[in-house]
């Protein structure tokens, strides 16, 4: 008797065991909990991403007319500047830095596709492509100020 029992516990255990097991693994929660956390942190503020990053580099691309690369290391300059302007597009879009997902999402990517096309254009150091890109760029920036500094450059 005593081992019809114990044979009786251990199949029930084994069992209880596999239903257990397969219920974890086709758990959506047991993915979210091995899922890898993003480990970045928001250092600086919007202003300073704007001062210290984007208006340098666009500045770079807006006023290449006048200051026009004229050697290897004034090309890698402006690659450089194109790439950062690009990625501080990505910047924007972080979680904790985008105000909404709807029209700041879609005035980043404006920035993203302007910077993605300098950085090609500043690799392939085609100047006209580049003094091209200033009305995109400009229409990037406008946009955005437009609807989210509404008062941004306007007289008192």
């Known amino acids: 008797m005593k081992t019809i029992i114990s044979t009786l516990l251990i199949v029930m255990l084994v069992g209880l065991a596999g239903i257990a097991q397969q219920e974890s693994a086709g758990s959506p929660q047991s993915s979210l909990e091995t899922a890898p956390q993003i480990p970045y942190r928001i250092i600086g503020t919007m202003s300073q991403l704007m001062v210290d990053v984007i208006y340098p580099t666009s500045d770079d691309i807006f006023y290449i007319v006048t200051r026009p690369p004229s050697n290897e290391a004034q090309w890698t300059a402006i690659q450089r500047s194109a790439l950062t ?30 910077g993605n096309l300098a950085f090609k254009a500043a690799k392939a150091k085609d100047f006209d492509a580049l003094v091209a890109l200033n009305e995109q760029l400009v229409a990037a920036c406008t946009t955005c100020h437009q609807d989210y500094r509404p008062n941004y450059r306007r007289r008192r």
Do not use: H, I
């Not at 501080?88 to 404006?110: E, F, H, V, Y």
């Open 85 to 114: 302007l690009a990625e501080s597009a990505n910047l924007l879009m972080m979680p904790g830095r985008a105000r909404d997902q709807d029209k700041w999402m879609t005035d980043a990517r404006l920035l993203l596709d302007a």
